[in-house]
């Protein structure tokens, strides 16, 4: 990847095609699965994303083998899709976007109160 891929997103872009073809060979439930991991895990994401293309790119190869094995979605996903995202994000504390930009919002007001207070 270069600065260019980098600074423009292209590299993401062609990332992202590529695994929507790949879960475009899936069965029905398996793409339907697909989009709710999708939906769970963007919550996750840092600014651009790139911290997910890892973590998506081994649940779309997990959907992938075991789609290829005969199992039902059930059987590999359970009732959890969100608990299984959690836990493929890191754990179910795993920080969100909202929480890291809530931390740092507490941070900016406390040092401002300081400021004014002392």
Known sequence: MNFWETMTGSDLT????????????????????????????FPYSGFTGRNLTPILDGALGLLEETAADGQSIHEVLGDDVAGFCAALA?????????????????????RKLRRLGG
Do not use: M, T
């Not at 990332?15 to 895990?41: N, S, T, V």
């Not at 890291?100 to 941070?107: K, M, P, S």
């Open 14 to 41: 062609r990332e992202w095609k590529a695994f929507e073809a790949r879960a475009e060979a899936l069965p029905a439930d398996y793409r339907a699965a697909w989009e709710q991991i999708k939906a769970h895990l």
């Open 90 to 110: 890191g754990g179910e504390g795993a920080r969100s976007y909202r929480d890291r930009w809530r931390e740092q919002l507490n941070r900016n007001v406390a």
